[in-house]
């Protein structure tokens, strides 16, 4: 199965299959409040693939789907050098995250090419006709967040942005001495923007110290550490390479428990009315 690379590197399934000789038992959970999907269930054989990907498969971690996620799906990709896509995305309502967690690829947008290494980050605006590849030596792999964009009369669509985890400074959180920050690729006053991926991190012992419970729907990828994650009326132990989905309004809390930090990958839905069925709004 997949294994951390090195200490403090993002992490990255590489698949494979566990021996016979291994238990059944394992962390994965499915309820209607939330979903965790452990670093062991990602095995080569839950792997999909995608029409005009070269050399690529991935693993689906969330869609929509009754009674479970409802706003985004969330795709880690695994391409090898040379493959990739001149047809990306092929939903021009779609809007998308990339964020590479190792490697490096190279997305070409509007005759411009860019190249993002190991916590590049890309925001990619629906109908910008985006291709991507792997022009390294080595397999790259990376989250794809994709959304329906909102459009509302009177704001235009976001521009894109590439960006890179290393250098943007996190914001801590009042009253934390720094204990809990959050790394924002985006400003939080932008209202184009519809939804938002940030990297949240805690330090070693650091807490939500409440049951933090409201509308956004939450994707959480556990990049590094590990920690006791609270999910409804649960406590739940989870690592690096562990997945968690929370619906809206599901309780959450948690405390980072390993020796260095804690830090996921969060995937939330922000700056819109909330829609009523039948409603064009």
Not at 45 to 57: G, M
Not at 132 to 156: C, P, Q
Not at 232 to 242: K, M, T, Y
Request: with cysteine; glycine share 10%.
């Amino acid at each position: 199965m997949g294994n951390d690379k090195r200490v403090g590197a993002y992490y990255a399934p590489t698949g494979g299959l566990p021996p016979q000789s291994q238990l059944l038992t394992d962390r994965a959970m499915f309820t209607e409040a939330y979903a965790v999907i452990p670093k062991g269930v990602f095995s080569d054989i839950v792997t999909s693939f995608l029409p005009f990907w070269e050399k690529t498969r991935l693993w689906v971690i969330a869609r929509p789907l009754s009674g479970f996620a409802e706003t985004f799906s969330q795709y880690i990709m695994e391409v090898q050098p040379g493959g990739g896509s001149e047809r990306a995305e092929l939903d021009e309502a779609a809007e998308g995250v990339i964020f590479v967690v190792e490697g490096e690829v190279t997305i070409t947008l509007a005759g411009q090419k860019h190249t993002l290494t190991e916590g590049g980050y890309a925001f990619l605006p629906p109908k910008s006709g985006w291709s991507l590849r792997n022009e390294g030596a080595s397999t790259a792999r990376f989250h794809w967040i994709r959304k329906a964009y909102e459009a509302v009369e009177g704001l235009d669509a976001p521009e894109p942005l590439f960006l890179n985890d290393k250098e943007v400074t996190p914001t801590a959180m009042p009253n934390t001495n720094g204990a809990w920050a959050t790394t924002r690729f985006v400003d939080p006053n932008d209202l184009r923007h519809d939804m938002h991926v940030t990297i949240v991190t805690f330090e070693p012992g650091g807490t939500i110290p409440f049951a933090e419970t409201h509308v956004m729907e939450h994707g959480l990828y556990v990049l590094e550490g590990k920690a006791v994650y609270r999910l409804n009326q649960d406590w739940v132990e989870v690592e690096a390479g562990d997945f968690m989905w929370l619906r809206a309004f599901c309780p959450q809390a948690c405390y980072a428990g390993g020796p260095g930090k804690f830090r996921y990958l969060l995937y939330k839905d922000v700056n819109r009315h909330m829609k009523f069925p039948g409603s064009r709004l």
